[in-house]
């Protein structure tokens, strides 16, 4: 599965001039967890997680220290670009899900955007990723049939879903059998598909 095909466009995004406050206030209307900091051509700079915003937003309480010399000097962040991660990990619209899920696990993050010829088109969270597991087996079946009677040489399978497994049957070649498969492979939820003793029946 291509990352276009799970990822959310339009983009929220935030302006690396808006106060904490402003980004908090978004993030949480939102229901999102971190957003793109965008400059004024909208050209991405960084990206702010709700983790970035609490850093910024609760400042030490003096109360906590027991040492007057403890307490930390300087004004507290005000703006989202003093609290932003100015580098980001991103990923291209055709890259592979899987390609996206090994950066998620090595790096930590929870959200990444994803970028075409340099601009920014979308972004995927772990909820989006959760959200294609969790979708139901009935459902993806719908969607994988749906998919294969657009196609005139296609139209005749049929399937069966199991965990996410797709089990493709019907009359046909080879040939037909393979297009059948790449498309059952662009249906969200599907894990892996397979043919009757490895082949259609």
């Known amino acids: ?33 971190a957003a793109p900091v965008v400059d004024v051509n909208g050209r991405m700079v960084g990206i702010v997680s709700e983790m970035d915003l609490l850093r910024g937003e609760f400042g030490a309480n003096p109360r906590a220290f027991l040492r007057p010399e403890a ?47 340099g601009e920014l088109v979308g972004i995927v969270s772990r909820r989006d990723l959760m959200g294609l597991l969790a979708c139901g087996d009935e459902r993806i079946r ?35 059998a393979r297009i059948a498969e790449l498309i059952a492979r662009t249906v969200p939820g599907v894990v892996d598909i397979v043919f009757p003793d490895g082949l259609v029946s």
Do not use: H, N, W
């Open 71 to 117: 307490l930390p000097t300087g004004r507290p962040p005000a703006l989202v670009e003093e609290v932003m991660t100015p580098r980001v990990g991103t990923v291209g619209e055709d890259a592979d899900t899987m390609d996206l899920v090994e950066l998620m696990i090595t790096t930590g993050v929870k959200s990444v955007p994803v970028m075409r010829d």
């Open 142 to 176: 719908e969607d994988v049939l749906a998919a294969l009677r657009d196609c005139a040489e296609t139209a005749s399978f049929g399937a069966t879903v199991r965990d996410g497994v797709v089990e493709l049957y019907g009359p046909g070649d080879e040939r037909s």
């Open 1 to 33: 599965m291509l990352i276009r095909e799970i990822m959310t466009t339009p983009v929220v995004t935030v302006p690396r001039t808006a106060t904490i406050k402003q980004a908090v206030r978004l993030l949480y209307e939102k229901d999102i967890t």
